[in-house]
């Protein structure tokens, strides 16, 4: 049996597989960061009373979105945020193909080549998001 060559430099591969080895903490340090450009603006717009903190996550940043609502009441304890609900929109990876166009979803069922050409070289579209989208409150 040969070995082929992955597509997509390996590298989402590589993403997509230390996302189970990496620890908990990884997720909390993100966690921390909305947490804080999200009081900045609540602040900014002057609301109290935040209800919901919605924000979108890409595949490609290896965050657990189960992990990221467990830590969240702890690192909304204190703040503005404090009795919110997280809102996740998660964003799974798409790529388009620079040799024919196509636009796909890496995986490994498709060795992360263009399911079409078979081409390696793709521009990756979407999953890499870690954004806030919106915040309710009053
Ligand atoms: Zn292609």
Redesign the pocket.
């Given at each position: 049996m040969s070995k082929r060559p992955l597509c997509f430099g390996g590298g989402l591969q590589q993403k997509l597989l230390t996302e189970k080895k990496r620890n908990e903490m990884h997720e909390m340090s993100y966690i921390l960061r909305i947490v804080r450009l999200a009081e900045r603006t609540a602040a900014e717009n002057s609301l109290e009373k935040i209800d919901a903190v919605e924000i979108a996550v890409g595949e490609m940043t290896g965050l657990v979105p189960e992990y990221l609502t467990r830590y969240y009441p702890e690192a909304a304890r204190g703040t503005a945020l404090e009795g919110s609900e997280l809102v996740i929109d998660y964003v799974p990876v798409r790529a388009r193909?620079e040799?024919?166009g196509?636009e796909y979803a890496p995986s490994r069922e498709n060795r992360y080549c263009?399911p079409?050409?078979g081409?390696p070289r793709a521009k990756v579209l979407a999953g890499r998001e870690f954004e806030l989208v919106r915040i309710t409150g009053e």
């Open positions: 193909c040799n024919c196509a263009c079409v050409c081409s």
